[in-house]
Antibody
Framework: EAQLVESGGHLIHPGGSLRLSCVASGFTLSGDDMNWVRQAPGKGLEWISYISGRTSDIYYADSVKGRFTISRDDARNSLYLQMNTLRAEDTAVYFC??????????????WGQGTLVTVSS | SSELTQDPAVSVALGQTVRITCQGDSLRSYFASWYQQKPGQAPLLVIFGKYNRPSGIPDRFSGSGSGDTASLTITGAQAEDEADYYCQSRDNSGDHLLIFGGGTKVTVL
């Protein structure tokens, strides 16, 4: 069974740093485009970052650009999100997800269960 | 960046039909996909590419749309369909790669 498992979320003070991990099991991430999506408590979904499985393309939402860095290690079947200069508004459940882009179609197919990041003093 | 607008909440009687709409300029260029999310769970893809259903999604879920509007229809709603539903498309403004609607809470009465 294909599965994504995130980890690394916990309580962190404002201004701190955190690294999230997403490990795939039951399939290989190599060649797959990957994303991070977050959901603040009681709020909707927000896409925050993408990394291509085949090219060097990387994208970020404006809300995290310059503070967050997405990366991957296909040998470890893993995706990462380095989060620096964290703010209270970064408090959310962070999901990793595979994505597929075909012409005018783009969707997120497989999702992890999420990991909670709480930024508070 | 572009926005996708959804009604915050809708209710449907058990076994009846409900349509959830999503409106945004990006939908003139890109097809919508739809996700179901139940409390404490990850989102689940239910429709991609405007009207395609992933394997395992019941055929009571269907997608449609034209112009700047996309729709998700649940025909014969079941109690287990009570959830939040989010539309998503690519962002045609170039600011972001993907955008989500604000979500619609579906209550099955």
């Amino acid at each position: 069974e294909a599965q994504l498992v995130e980890s690394g979320g916990h309580l962190i003070h404002p201004g701190g740093s955190l690294r999230l991990s997403c490990v795939a099991s039951g399939f290989t991430l190599s060649g797959d485009d990957m994303n991070w999506v977050r959901q603040a408590p009681g709020k909707g979904l927000e896409w925050i970052s993408y990394i291509s499985g085949r090219t060097s393309d990387i994208y970020y939402a404006d809300s995290v650009k310059g503070r967050f860095t997405i990366s991957r290690d296909d040998a470890r079947n893993s995706l990462y999100l380095q989060m620096n200069t964290l703010r209270a508004e970064d408090t959310a459940v962070y999901f990793c997800a595979t994505s597929y882009f075909v012409g005018v179609v783009a969707y997120l197919q497989y999702w992890g269960q999420g990991t909670l990041v709480t930024v508070s003093s | 960046s572009s926005e996708l607008t959804q009604d915050p909440a809708v209710s449907v009687a058990l076994g009846q039909t409900v349509r959830i709409t999503c409106q945004g300029d990006s939908l003139r260029s890109y097809f919508a996909s739809w996700y179901q999310q139940k409390p404490g769970q990850a989102p689940l893809l239910v429709i991609f590419g405007k009207y395609n259903r992933p394997s395992g999604i019941p055929d009571r879920f269907s997608g449609s749309g034209s112009g700047d509007t996309a729709s998700l229809t649940i025909t014969g709603a079941q109690a287990e369909d009570e959830a939040d539903y989010y539309c998503q498309s690519r962002d045609n403004s170039g600011d972001h790669l993907l955008i989500f609607g604000g979500g619609t809470k579906v209550t099955v009465l």
